[in-house]
């Protein structure tokens, strides 16, 4: 079984489609975002609602390579390059399916 099913901690860019869950952190790392500015990005998805604890749904992936990813948090829809949704660490919300394989059902 993968990370994913195994709700373990996982970037939100890894996610599919439909994925709901729960965002555990953002990283504040400026190398990894492009930021020299001291992660102002990181800042800025703070600042938006990718807090920790909020709810999330991966609602779409664009076509071509799957970027943007637009993620509603809260009552709010936000389209996210790939490395922006990369710094963002979360748990995923396991499927009725997965949910059941753990179960041993």
């Not at 922006?84 to 179960?103: D, F």
């Amino acid at each position: 079984m993968d990370a994913v099913a195994n709700n373990e901690i996982v970037p939100l860019n890894v996610l599919e489609q439909g994925a709901r869950g729960i965002i555990h952190a953002v990283i504040e790392d400026g190398q990894s975002l492009g930021d020299e500015q001291a992660s102002t990005i990181a800042r800025r998805l703070l600042e938006l609602g990718f807090v920790p604890g909020a709810v999330f749904e991966v609602v779409a992936r664009m076509w071509p390579g799957n970027e943007p990813l637009a993620v509603r948090v809260g009552g709010s829809m936000f389209a996210l390059r790939r490395r922006e949704a990369e710094a963002i660490q979360v748990r995923r919300e396991p499927t009725a399916a997965a949910a059941l394989q753990v179960g041993g059902r």
